[in-house]
């Protein structure tokens, strides 16, 4: 297999990590709202830690797959950091912005006892991930569906143009999926009563998620469609289905499997929908980046393949261990005062 | 200001800003793992309640400093696309490789160490933060290879074809002269940091601990504020003595590294003095200057002779090259090529900015490494000062204010290098303005700059209360651990 090729696998892997993991910590901060209201004000108190702590000790280590997509893209395919990166320059933004304050929020809401302190983290956790989750989702489907780049590679639209129809789409479909994947991920590691809140959510929000998906992968594979990348949306499709009906029979492992086979079959179809592209240009198909025109040399494809083979099994192995650590369910009574 | 202009300015103030909380966080992670050890070895109450409140600081920095690493990964694209196409081959390895194997590594086992605590058998507890200090070493070293390869480009070629640098030698690009010395002497002043870090917040909680139980050592039969006394003590020797060993190997290292950019930087040296007239031998250097810079007028300066000789060759009779003959020299390299990439008027860094930011950088650092030694000396064999009187309330002020020497001799350090490179992106091979994002508009640049700015600021008002309010709780007595195989035990720790 060409080399270019195998990055541009790697870097698919590095989004479905980042995706898959990060996708329920994006959707238990934007659920706060929702299952941490409580009977009073201590007991809102206590379910939104309990829901904070279920993601404690792993969200950081989920958020550093982005890092990793971000920078395997720049050393492996220049080109399409320097358009995309450049490009998309306002959601990038917005994003950074959000990833900073919803980041602060978890690491800073518990160290003062007040109340309006802890509002105005908990504002910042929600926002700040409901916003990413949008914007990545309308990034990610505007790469696929083709953005205006012109000849010298350069992106000439602005913000709005990333703002189609099919783009919005992509955006409320990530947020649908994420609510589903974090809803799920709280009824998995959570006992009592918000055990089962969790799953009745995520059966609301993945009846939507579901429509939703099939609407984007259908319009994108009508696009540009080949076999393979409808295999993988019909897998995404399915398992997606799959886990809402598991979670009807409070399997909430399956469920969990899921919608995390959703996300990552939605990023294998993205990235099938694209190659040998990686990213469209809506002007002229000319002038659209290739995993050839954008990439490094073989060089430098090699040294990274080898650093890549070495490191990323490591990665796995403690991050999985440490998901195995704190692989028990946690309740409110547990929460210490 | 033009899209150049903001672009740098940005970079300037976003990178200044998170390398405030990156050298806090090298430094004490490796002293919250020393203490979390000495836990795990003797059982002394006193070692856990220091790791966990340093630990608790510690954290309150690391935040900060993480959610503004983001950033940096980003701007590159976003700012300086040219600049990462050009030299995208080479740059974008270490950037991949520093996240895969220094930051997960880092955030993995942080969030073992924070919550781990209890539920890990207290060995592998105690080597979690020791995982995280080596992820932060790993991070140091794989940054400081793209930096050294902006200062010093090794391993590469210049492709015509595809008109970028393109690398031809990556264990080159790891032994980069400029990065052997630059790791050391970058680390090295982050310890400097995390001591000094230690020892002002243990000098002023020593005092307070101190008010309440004056003049009483013995940690055995005392009340709790003398065994607190006697624990903060310690805290302050500990930290002073990082902060002056490593102040002591930041001059060596730094001496060194003087000495090799002079060989690969001559401009920067002699920007970083001053020098307009090429010197046969026996340059001095001037300690200050209260005038212009510019070479031109009259002005008045302390000079020490043959000091910049020394610095730049190692011996004080050394002749050093001047900033009008390497201008000259420049513009008859890269100015006649005729490469668009190389050009510029003049070739010569803003001089006022090398010239202060080198001496703070050296000031501030010999103050804080002075300081660690009058802090070991007023502790040495029991003694404490005094916490009452006029004496006390300096000593408290310093206490306060000594962690920032060390930090802000980085920032001069940091903004010496970048700042000297100028008008360099790349040294010889591509001027910084050149290397910005064509396709995106000032007005935008300008906005990210604005909202990165004023969100920093109001960060940075948030994080010292947040550390100023830690250290005035103190360290809280060590709590008995829930039952590790208890599934309904409250959790140790939690957000």
């Given at each position: ?337 | ?81 040219d600049y990462?196409?050009f030299v ?62 902006m200062?010093?480009p ?11 640098a ?175 990439l190389v ?81 360099w992106l790349v040294f010889g091979l591509m001027s910084t303005?050149t290397g ?60």
């Amino acid at each position: 297999m060409e080399l270019t090729t195998v990055w541009f696998i790697l870097i698919a892997v590095l989004w479905t990590g980042y995706l898959t993991l990060e996708g329920f910590d994006f959707g238990v901060g934007m659920l706060l709202p929702v299952l941490g209201r409580g009977t009073d004000t201590a007991d809102t108190e206590r379910r939104h830690r309990l829901l904070l702590n279920t993601i404690g000790p792993v969200w950081d280590g989920n958020e550093v797959w982005v890092l990793t997509a971000g920078g395997a893209t720049f050393a492996a395919f220049p080109n399409w950091y320097a358009t995309l990166f450049s490009g998309f320059y306002l959601p990038l933004l917005l994003i950074l912005v959000a990833l900073i304050v919803r980041n602060l929020g978890f690491e800073y809401r518990h160290k003062r006892d007040d109340l309006s302190w802890k509002r105005r983290w908990d504002a910042a956790i929600i926002v700040g991930s409901a916003l990413p989750a949008l914007l990545w989702g309308v990034a990610l489907t505007n790469i696929v569906h083709g953005v205006p780049i012109d000849a010298s590679r350069e992106y000439t639209g602005n913000l709005f143009t990333l703002l189609n129809p099919v783009g919005l789409l992509g955006g409320l479909t990530f947020v649908a999926v994420f609510l589903t994947h974090g809803a799920l991920f709280v009824a998995l590691k959570t006992d009592g009563p918000i055990r089962a809140e969790a799953r009745a959510i995520a059966t609301r929000t993945g009846v939507v998620a579901a429509v939703l998906a099939l609407a984007l992968l259908g319009t994108l594979g009508a696009e540009r469609g080949g076999a393979l990348s409808w295999v993988a949306s019909g897998v995404a499709a399915l398992a997606l289905i799959g886990g809402l009906v598991a979670n009807l029979r409070a399997r909430e492992g399956w469920a969990f499997i899921g919608t995390f086979v959703a996300i990552a079959g939605t990023v294998a179809a993205f990235f099938l929908l694209l190659f040998p592209d990686v990213m469209p240009s809506s002007l002229d198909p000319a002038w659209s980046l290739t995993v050839t025109n954008a990439s490094s040399t073989a060089y430098t494809l090699r040294v990274m393949t080898i650093v890549a083979a070495i490191f990323t099994p490591l990665v796995v192995a403690y991050q999985s261990w440490s998901y195995w650590v704190f692989r028990r369910r946690i309740t409110v009574a547990q929460i210490p005062a | 200001m033009d899209a150049v202009d903001l672009a740098r300015w940005q970079f300037a103030i976003v990178t200044v800003y998170h390398f405030l909380f990156v050298p806090v966080t090298i430094g004490l992670s490796a002293i919250v793992a020393w203490f979390q050890t000495q836990w795990v070895r003797k059982h002394r109450d006193e070692d856990q309640r220091l790791a966990s409140f340093f630990g608790r600081i510690f954290l309150i920095n690391f935040a900060l400093g993480l959610v503004t690493g983001i950033v940096q990964e980003f701007q590159f694209g976003m700012n300086w696309s040219d600049y990462s196409r050009f030299v995208g081959d080479i740059f974008g390895a270490p950037l991949a490789i520093e996240a895969l194997a220094s930051f997960f590594l880092e955030s993995t086992f942080l969030g073992l160490w924070v919550f781990g605590r209890g539920r890990l058998p207290e060995k592998l507890h105690a080597a979690t933060m020791w995982a995280v200090h080596i992820g932060t070493l790993l991070s140091a070293y794989f940054i400081l290879t793209a930096n050294s390869f902006m200062q010093h480009p090794v391993g590469f070629r210049f492709n015509p074809t595809t008109g970028r640098a393109e690398m031809t030698d990556f264990l080159a690009l790891l032994t980069n002269p400029v990065q052997l010395v630059t790791f050391p002497h970058t680390v090295l002043a982050s310890y400097m940091v995390g001591g000094a870090v230690v020892m002002g917040v243990g000098v002023w909680r020593l005092l307070q601990a101190k008010k309440g139980a004056p003049d009483v050592l013995d940690a055995t039969t005392g009340s709790a504020a003398t065994s607190d006394a006697h624990m903060y003590r310690r805290a302050a020797r500990v930290g002073a003595l990082v902060t002056l060993v490593a102040g002591l190997a930041v001059a060596v290292s730094g001496d060194v590294q003087g000495k090799i950019m002079t060989e690969v930087q001559p401009m920067k040296m002699a920007s970083a003095e001053g020098l307009y007239e090429s010197s046969t031998g026996g340059a001095p250097f001037s300690l200050l200057t209260v005038g212009s810079l510019d070479g031109q007028s009259e002005k008045f300066s302390v000079t020490v002779p043959g000091l910049l000789s020394f610095l730049a060759t190692g011996s004080v009779n050394g002749p050093v090259k001047g900033i009008n003959e390497l201008k000259a020299s420049y513009q008859a390299t890269y100015g006649a090529s005729g490469n668009p990439l190389v050009a510029d008027s003049a070739y010569v860094p803003t001089i006022p900015v090398t010239y202060w930011s080198f001496r703070l950088m050296i000031g501030v650092g010999m103050l804080a490494a002075l300081g660690a030694l009058v802090v070991l000396w007023t502790t040495r064999g029991g003694r404490t000062p005094s916490p009452s009187g006029r004496r006390a309330s300096v000593w408290r002020w310093s206490a306060l204010a000594i962690p920032f020497l060390p930090v802000f001799g980085n920032s001069f350090g940091w903004i010496f290098t970048e700042a000297g490179r100028q008008p360099w992106l790349v040294f010889g091979l591509m001027s910084t303005k050149t290397g910005v994002s064509p396709s995106v508009p000032a007005w935008q640049v300008l906005t990210s700059m604005v909202v990165f700015t004023l969100l920093y600021g109001v960060l940075a008002v948030v994080e010292m209360r947040l550390v100023i309010s830690a250290v005035k709780a103190g360290a809280t007595p060590v709590e008995d651990l829930p039952d590790r195989d208890d599934d309904n035990a409250p959790l140790a720790y939690a957000y």
